[in-house]
């Protein structure tokens, strides 16, 4: 167990980051020439996350309270994992507008960026600002040399990884913030790469290693009161939260960068969440009710992939009936 353990963490700090570098570089990429490409237009996903963290933690806390369960793992439900999410977005293509996956980027980022910044302030009394700003220091440093030095930025970006992974702040944030760095178009070679290994290799690892861990299933767990929380929490308050802030702030800007039926399938695809939510599980402090807590996470999982597909289904079939009427 102890093997998996560092199994576990060494993929989410190491291997992982090349995950985030590439939706880094495809984030960069939606800003300057995709959907984001209008002034002020990328807060639009921003505010959706905001709202998709928000929303599931008001009411996870609310029904916790209720049934009497442990009110410290407001957290668990609010994280969505953007591997996860890209993976169940894959299978669904043939459904869905191109656009979702530009704004689904963006907002699984905001999200996780979120998360483990609320992670590092709240459950890490430790901030290395040192680090941080050597960090910071070394990523503009990339920025400038990467498109005439490539050897030279891949050591200094290992670099600000090793320095940045000691900060307090989780490293797949320095993989975003590396991605930024690099223009899409010039970084293709670097992309058909990285790919590969990242969608066969790292992703199942990632995958398996969280799974990994010792369950103690019983038929009384599957209603009792924390694993009801936190499955209502997030397959109504995700959703939920992603479409009225996602839809307010477009209105707000007087911008429209997805159709709302979108919206609604970006929100159903942000109710995954796993490694992010079972760390946020095990640093709640909740005693007995921690196997309960990584079991509602895991038994989202399924039923989070079943109200995505009968979502998709049935804007679809929306869809047709509406081409249907107008003919």
């Known amino acids: 167990m102890e093997f998996m353990n560092s ?7 190491g291997p992982l980051v090349l995950f985030f570098f590439l939706a880094g570089i495809e984030l960069r990429a939606e800003l300057v020439e995709g959907s984001f490409r209008k002034k002020f237009s990328f807060f639009i996903p921003f505010f959706a996350a905001l709202g998709g963290m928000l929303l599931p933690a008001l009411i996870y806390y ?15 439900p609010m994280a969505t994992d953007l591997p996860l999410a890209l993976l169940a977005l894959s299978i669904l293509s043939s459904k869905v507008s ?19 910044i609320l992670i590092a302030l709240v459950y890490h009394h430790h901030i290395d600002v040192v680090r941080l700003v050597i960090s910071a220091l070394m990523i503009i440093l990339f920025w400038k040399i990467a498109p005439r ?8 970006a290992l670099v600000a990884w090793g320095v940045f992974k000691g900060s307090g702040i989780h490293p797949t944030v320095i993989g975003v913030l590396l991605g930024l760095c690099i223009n899409h178009n010039e970084s293709k070679w670097l992309v058909r790469k990285i790919t590969p290994l990242v969608n066969y290799l790292v992703i199942p690892a990632f995958i398996f290693t969280t799974l990994w861990i010792p369950w103690n299933l019983s038929l009384a767990l599957f209603v009792s009161p924390i694993v009801v929380a936190l499955i209502v929490a997030r397959l109504v308050g995700k959703p939920l939260g992603i479409y009225l802030f996602g839809a307010l702030a477009m209105r707000i800007l007087r911008h429209k960068v997805i159709a709302g039926r979108d919206l609604f399938i970006v929100g159903t695809l942000g109710t995954i969440g796993l490694s992010v939510s079972m760390l946020f599980a095990n640093l709640s402090e909740l005693g007995q009710e921690l196997n309960g807590a990584l079991f509602g996470v895991l038994l989202t999982l399924p039923l989070a992939l079943l109200l995505i597909l009968l979502s998709a289904q049935f804007l679809k079939v929306s869809r047709i009936q509406e081409r249907n009427q107008e003919r």
């Open 98 to 116: 191109n656009r979702i996956r530009g704004f689904l980027l963006a907002l699984a980022i905001a999200d996780d960026i979120g998360s483990i």
């Open 62 to 76: 609310t029904i916790a309270k209720g049934l009497g369960a442990s009110t410290s793992a407001w957290g668990v």
């Open 7 to 13: 199994a576990r963490d060494w993929i989410a700090t």
């Open 149 to 156: 030095f490539p050897i030279i930025a891949a050591l200094i």
